[in-house]
Nanobody, 124 residues
């Protein structure tokens, strides 16, 4: 199995920055994509950013130009640098591991894993 643990959340004012981290542990033999999602109270969980096994990145339109996703596979870490934060960014942020383009036959590599989340609060 794979365990994901997010950290780095906190409270900042509008325009501030935070750097979220997601640490993976457990089975490490999977080619995988990593993604960030967020969920605000009363709203559905939404995609924020993703980075595939080859380093290709994607961003939702709402965060494009402000957030930067990166990964360090040697450290089994995923990051989300968040700049120019807005109150609308307030949410619980979750990291996800999902199978990559060519997933292994190993059952562990075919699963989607979620962390428990880290809270980000941006005040006006």
């Amino acid at each position: 199995q794979v365990e994901l643990v997010e950290s780095g959340g906190g409270s900042v004012q509008t325009g501030g920055s935070l750097r979220l981290s997601c640490a993976a542990s457990g089975y490490a033999g999977c080619r995988h994509d990593m993604k960030w999602f967020r969920q605000a109270p009363g709203k559905e969980r939404e995609f924020v950013s993703g980075i595939d096994a080859d380093g290709g990145t994607t961003y939702s339109e709402s965060v494009k130009g402000r957030f930067t996703v990166s990964r360090d596979d040697a450290k089994r870490m995923l990051y989300l640098q968040m700049d120019s934060l807005k109150p609308e960014d307030t949410a619980m942020y979750y990291c996800q591991q999902k199978p990559g383009r060519y997933p292994s036959a190993n059952a562990y590599c075919q699963k989607i894993y979620w962390g428990r989340g880290t809270q980000v609060t941006v005040s006006p």
